[in-house]
């Protein structure tokens, strides 16, 4: 077996052109591995600097006692007030000796973003009062009828630098969102909403290929009718208007499409 030793080192900055000992460490033990210790300096001289690793221990002139050391690395810490605008941000402390080799794992439940929604809209009960004067509000939701609104008119991660809110059909928008929060069956003899959307975006894609996915969750089209984004909807609807024989020139129906 191996005995603990001790080595003795110094760090030493010079100012005025002498050395001076900032830092006195002392390593005690036995380890079969590399043992790193690091220290940080502030109050640093004028740049540029010198600096050096001084050994007070005499090296070791025998294979039973192995303690070499040498200097690694520097790295130079800017301390700075970090922000991360848009970002949610997570952090945790653990103590190691709980875990052992362990790797920590770590589970968050995400709920999302916060939408801009009818200011008549009730989100955790998917139900709208009364009718709508046009103004939103921020609220969560999975709606992705506002999700897509969101992200044509969101200016960081979206269109919003290059359409505004008067550029989208808000209206469409507002009754193909409220046919997605219609209550189905959801085969365990409860209800959940007709269509939802949860989704992560984590690379960088085109425009319209984004706002095709995002339309193909609620089965509608984005059509631009020439002045502004609209959508239409694959939906049970009323009828329009009844064609009948009188409706055609000479009674008879005719045909032509291609194969």
Known sequence: DRNPSSVNLLIQFQRSGIWNTEF??????????????????????????????????????????????????????????????????????????????????????LRGRIFQVPSNYDPDTRTYTGLWDGAFKPAYTNNPAWCTMDKLT?????????????????????????????????????TEPRMTLNAYITTQRKAYDVLADFCSVMRCMPVWNGRKMTFIQDRPSDKAWTYTNGNVVGGRFKYSFSA
């Open 24 to 109: 006195d460490i002392t390593i005690n033990g036995k380890i079969t591995t590399q043992y790193l210790a690091s220290v940080v300096a502030d109050n640093l001289p004028p740049r540029p600097f010198s600096v050096r690793m001084v050994r007070v221990t005499p090296d070791s002139t025998t294979d039973r006692l192995q303690n070499k050391t040498l200097w690694s690395s520097y790295t130079e810490i800017i301390d700075i007030r970090q922000g991360y605008p848009g970002t949610a941000v997570a952090g945790l402390l653990v103590d190691a000796e709980q875990f052992g080799s362990q790797q920590v794992t770590r589970n968050y439940h």
């Open 154 to 190: 969101h200016p960081r991660y979206g269109l919003g630098r290059r359409i505004g809110g008067a550029d989208v059909d808000k209206w469409a928008l507002y009754a193909i969102a409220q046919y997605c929060d219609q209550p189905v069956p959801d085969g365990f003899g409860g």
